[in-house]
């Protein structure tokens, strides 16, 4: 049957290219489309997982807290795994003044290391490296009139500390998303501390060396494991910190499935009509065959077999190109769009550079449409080949 | 017209297979309008947020404003902004503040008004949820969200502080309008108020001009060449943030696909016909020792895949139009667009999204009727030319 089949598909080479052509170019577009968004979505997350580390700890019910005195916390001694480190962060709004201007700011204090992150980041200057230095986005320094060297000062009324304190610019940062440079204040933890609530940090990060993105399940094994030395405090994965996005993730795999279930409907309607019109050409041919004695199942296999075969030989071709482009692309590439149009993506934490990603859960959710489409698109013209009444069948004329 | 009574009758001839060809065209039809419908509608909705909530249609300013928008560079004095589709013209002074109540403080923009003045212009003060619109100074009204986060109620204090002055100004009212910017960072005042905020000296940051839609671009162009030196009017596409990059980008990604879509429903087309030519050749071949010329007959032939491909446009275009009547009333898209705006507040997005419904979309998903046939006449046309009638009419 299988051989039979095949060599009905090379009898219309033509036909059986252009549909496999049509499946190939499906499935390596579905390939192509899932590495790229894989990588976009990557993208995100990785920013994310930066700039919260793997887990945070805050005070319990944060989310429902009004005051700087609720949020702060003294920060315990946490019993971590080997190769672990935990910073602690101060954050609070400020108004940040410079001669005539003012500007409302969040004000970050970050310890040494959480300092030294932020270095691929400068444009200008350097990192603080003593008490009143602080750093600067660069649209805020714009926006104040501000360079290297000059003074500003924070005002945060209502605060534990001092309420008022003085900086000195030190470096200027280039943060991908301007919104978020035009307010950013980063400041060693010790100044935050003294200005806004001495011995006190708003929330712990804790960063797990060797941990990717994905990788949940150890995360929630840490987590439990912290969960009895927190006392009055929460811990919540880098994705619970970040419930909107935390959101997408489900929904990211049901939009991709749709998406590239688009793709092969139009894929299965062209295999379809392919199949229908190979069966039509050969309606005698099936008649003599039912004459000779083949079942109508036996005929109904056959058309399911030459189906089959032209997806499989196609969905592995196609998956080979998308394959060998996916490794070009997880070296990393840029969207095919004007200049300005990806400046204006940085703006959402999108980088110019991408990396594709495509896991095997990706592979064989193409894999999977494409032998359920070979299946569907069979079924039609199956049926009514195992139907076929053999001498009416050998009479056909079209 | 013979032709095509022929090309009609033998599309009619294989009814089961020209019902398979036009479910092609149905779905590629169908995927071209919906997707115009929703870039277009997409497009809309940032304009409508932009336009009536965010900014305005029109925005005048000082080229230096625009440059570094403080204060300081804004209008001592308000210009005179004469043009005819000019419907109504409104001054707004934005400051950069600290808001404070009594429980949090957060830091924002906030924007002077003139309460009546912004009623003609902005769909803001309709939108109020909770309270009242701003009546005079000593008033502020807050985007709801802002309003949460700051944990303030109508009739309690909010201070206000930009570094010059500070003012306590009483709650009024609660803004839901569905807009990110409005609901998250909404901040409205007197512009009164506002000048005792920026120090007294500034009148204005802006003048909002209100000027009927579509027509922003050709407005802010006019008036960019009568205003006096120094000043600028941006039209409501140049004042989108970087969300104005997304849509773009999303046509640039969507519209080729769009027309590989296409170019793959009339290789189907072309393919079914190529199989109606081949088991018809001996037809073709009686009507050219008949008459009829090779060019002509190979004219059927892309008259047929015309035809077949138009019945499943006919198709497409009614089911294209329904679903975009459906989804350009119903909020269908609702759900994931207050999840774009929880996820994007700053970006200006609207938490509806209606698709538009265009005639133009017909225009465009009829471009596969017009390729198929010019595909149909390249392919199994080319089989009708190099017929050899003498042979297939002996049978041969």
Redesign the interface.
Known sequence: MLRLAWRNLLRTPGRSLVTGGVVALVVFLSLLFLSVYGGAFDAFFQLLLERTGHLVVRVEGYKGKEDLESLAFVPPELPLPPGARVEGVLEGGALLLAHERSRAVVLTGLEPLGLARQESLLAAGRLPQAQGEALLGEALARALKVGLGDEVVAYAPGSLGLGVYAFRVVGLLDLPETHLEARTLLVPLADAQVLLAPGRVTRLEVRLPGLGLYDLKPLEEVKAALMPHLPGLVAETWLEANPAYAAILPLYDAVMGIYVGFFFLLGGLILLNALYLSLVERVREFGLLAALGLTGRRLMALVFWESLLLVGVAALGGMGAGLLVHLELADGFRLPLPGWILEQYREFGLPEVLYGRLGVKEVLLTLGYAVGTGLLAALWPGWLASRLEPVEAMRYVP | MSLLRLAWRNVLR?K??TA??S??VV??TV?VLFMFGFLDGYGESLVEAYAEYVEAPVVVAREVWWQ?P?P?NGFRELPAVAHPLVQAATPRLSL?????SP??????VVLGVDPQGEKVLSRVPFRVGEGRWLQGPGEVVLGHRLAERL?VRVGERLVV????EALGLLVVGLVRSGVGNVDFGGVYLHLEDARKLSGGRVGATYLALKVPRGKEEGVAKALNQVLPEGLRAKAVWELM??I???Y??SR??YVPLLGL?ML??A??VV??T??SVR??LREFAVAESLGLSPARLAGQVALEAALASGLGLLAGLLLGYALLGYTSTHDVFGPLMR?SV???P??GLSEHLYTSSRPIYALYASLLVAVSALLALLFPGRLVLRLDPSRYVKGE
Not at chain 2, 96 to 100: H, T
Not at chain 2, 161 to 164: A, F, I, L, N, P
């Open positions: 294989q089961r297979r398979l060809l479910l092609v779905y590629v995927a570094d403080d300081e950069y503040a600290l808001l404070r429980y949090r403080m957060q830091g924002g944990d502080e930009t570094g010059k943030g970087p104005r990059a997304d773009e980008g640039l990604f879509f793959l429903a290789v189907a393919s079914t190529y199989v088991e018809r999840l929880e996820l994007l700053e970006a």
